[in-house]
């Protein structure tokens, strides 16, 4: 009985929490939306959370997601908005880090690659596991590296096409700032992104989807 009403508990609460940060992405979102630096760039950029927001909203009371994912998610699509609010060559953030390092060019663009590695691949992995698809864990690691690779390349692709029909009007959106190996080194952040996560946050992610197997909020 006990088990039970702490359960209710704990779901009404994670519930709460994730109703209220849905509500500061969009506030976030609204609020990048006012002046962005290029509003044609801030479309493209932002089109995944606007994609995203409301295909969690809508399968979540048959597929609801870890909580260490719902976190993850969440710190991808600030991300997104940062970069498209002032373009990832513009993000003060970048300076901040091209300064500390003493860089060449703005890095904040590779942080979204690296994140477009790192949150994909747990995405990936989740519903591999949870879908039951398989059992191996590194078969799992395995096909979710190749899905975030893929993920990547599609991104280049999408890049190129933008660029071959928007012409220069695509120059922030592709944020390349002058590197003629952009494009490698992107797939490769991406790369680095999904194999940091599966090194450092497999062990949680197993332990949380377990937990929600068992009937249990993770």
């Known amino acids: 009985m006990l088990h039970s009403q702490l359960l209710v508990i704990n779901t009404v609460r994670r519930e709460k929490s994730l109703i209220f940060s849905m509500l500061a992405l969009l506030l976030v979102l609204l609020l990048s939306a006012i002046h962005p630096y ?8 932002v089109t995944p959370v606007l994609v995203a927001l409301p295909v969690m909203a809508a399968t979540y009371s048959r597929f609801p997601l870890t909580t260490l994912l719902y976190i993850l ?6 991300i997104l908005i940062m970069g498209g609010a002032y373009t990832y060559a513009r993000v003060p953030l970048g300076f901040w880090m091209q300064d500390l390092l003493s860089l060449s ?3 904040y663009d590779k942080i979204g690659h690296f994140a477009q590695g790192f949150v994909p691949f747990m995405v990936t992995r989740e519903i591999l596991r949870r879908g039951g698809y398989l059992s191996s864990h590194r078969m799992t690691a395995f096909l979710s590296i190749c899905v975030v ?5 599609w991104y ?4 190129w096409w933008t660029a071959l029909a928007l012409g220069q009007g695509a120059y922030e959106f592709l944020g390349t700032q002058g590197d003629i190996w952009d494009t490698q080194s992107d797939m490769f952040f991406a790369f680095i992104g999904a194999t940091t996560a599966w090194v450092t946050l497999s062990r949680l992610h197993d332990r949380q989807m377990n937990r929600m197997k068992q009937g249990e909020i993770a």
């Open 38 to 45: 290029d509003r044609a760039t801030w479309i493209l950029e």
């Open 73 to 78: 998610i969440f710190a991808h699509a600030l």
């Open 105 to 107: 060019r703005n890095p």
């Open 149 to 153: 690779m893929a993920i990547s390349a």
């Open 156 to 159: 280049e692709l999408i890049e």
